[in-house]
């Protein structure tokens, strides 16, 4: 029996849109190909319509649970004030909707892609779970001795034995699946020692899945190893500040921020899927962005809900356009948005191999 799934759509700001409608034509080329439907409902929240007045407040973020997965383009504007749309349409989808999984593929597509000398695609292939809705994130801030050199601002940082215990879970499991079973703790647990939470999950789990390889390090030193030895990654769990910082670390080893594609994640209920790049205000309607990083949202998205084989093939597409050079490169300007779009829609249709 084929499947059909409910969809939200949030292009957003900037090169939002253009890419998320460059993703949902691979979408469509998907569900031809493997028999399945998607109804999509789009919603104007952008921080473009928060200058404008509109308020995406968590009243308007619980129906979003009747939806099987949600693709959001990309939120920021330069007139909106900083940090509020993100605030309350990120952060409110990622806590509103508890997407407690921030799930990051470093997978370098192609041997040219990346700026580290002598690397192949053997070299760089792990997976960043992020915690997404701990830490100092989006935290309330107290003010104390306004306008006086003695002004300080404070805000909690926050760890929760549930909320380690379930990302790290999660992670464990997620290694358990892959062919080399390494999961690698990223914290810095020797200057904030509340981060020893994450160390005592670890070695509690570990009993679990004697099967899974484990190591841990220090977020300093996982970022150069990330650059002088990136295939000693497989899959990393980190906290949602470390996460944030090391997978636009990732991107930039295989190629930049044009490839890396998310998963807020929730298992078994509704989830947001975006690429990892801003609004890139500069290249909005030009038609020059790459939609790599969506089309790769599409994957996560396809493999969330279930259409596993839909998303090999997508991400099979991705490496073959990358291989017969019809995707020419990430950067913005690298090639027209829609034809490499049509390119990955086609080699779909015509079923790429992984
Ligand atoms: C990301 C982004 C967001 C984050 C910003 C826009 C708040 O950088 O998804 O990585 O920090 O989580
Ligand atoms: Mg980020």
Do not use: C
């Not at 693709?71 to 900083?82: E, F, M, V």
């Not at 390494?182 to 679990?208: G, M, P, T, W």
């Not at 997978?247 to 190629?255: E, R």
């Not at 890139?280 to 790769?296: D, E, L, M, N």
């Amino acid at each position: 029996m084929s499947g059909s799934y409910r969809i939200v759509v949030i292009g957003g700001d900037g090169i939002g849109p253009e890419v998320t409608d460059a993703a949902l034509s691979v979408l469509d080329a998907a569900e031809r190909r493997f028999d399945f439907r998607t109804e999509r409902t789009a919603l104007p929240w952008s921080a473009q319509a928060y200058v404008q007045g509109l308020r995406v407040t968590p009243e308007m973020i619980e129906p979003l649970r009747a939806y099987d997965a949600i693709l959001l383009g990309a939120i920021g504007h330069p007139d909106a004030p900083r940090g509020l749309p993100e605030h309350d349409i990120i952060f409110g989808l990622r806590r509103g909707l508890d997407l407690y999984v921030n799930l990051r593929p470093i997978v370098l597509y192609d041997d040219r892609l990346t700026p580290l000398r002598d690397r192949t695609t053997k070299d760089i292939d792990f997976i960043v779970v992020r915690e997404n809705t701990e830490d100092v994130y989006g935290r309330p801030i107290a003010r104390t001795g306004e306008g006086t050199p003695d002004e300080a601002v404070t805000s909690e940082m926050i760890f929760t034995r549930r909320g380690t215990e379930r990302i790290v879970r999660y992670a464990f499991e997620l290694a358990r699946r892959r062919p080399r079973r390494h999961l690698a703790l990223v914290d810095k647990s020797n200057a904030l020692r509340l981060q020893e939470i994450y160390r005592s999950a670890l070695a509690d789990l570990a009993r679990e899945f004697p099967d899974v390889e484990t190591d841990a390090m220090y977020v300093d030193a996982a970022s150069m190893w990330m650059v002088l030895h990136p295939e000693r990654f497989d899959v990393i769990v980190t906290t949602n500040l470390f996460g944030d910082i090391i997978s636009d670390l990732g991107a930039a080893v295989v190629g930049g921020l044009g490839s890396g594609a998310s998963g807020n994640i929730h298992p078994g209920k509704v989830s947001v899927f975006e690429p990892i790049h801003g609004s890139a205000p500069k290249y909005a309607g030009q038609g020059v962005a790459s939609p790599v990083g969506a089309i790769g949202a599409i994957a996560l998205m396809l493999e969330h809900l279930g259409e596993g084989a839909a998303a090999k093939a997508v991400d099979g597409a991705l490496r073959e356009g990358f291989r017969t050079g019809r995707i020419k490169g990430l950067d913005a300007g690298s090639g027209r948005t829609m034809e490499t779009a049509d390119a990955v829609a086609r080699s779909v249709r015509e079923g790429a191999v992984a």
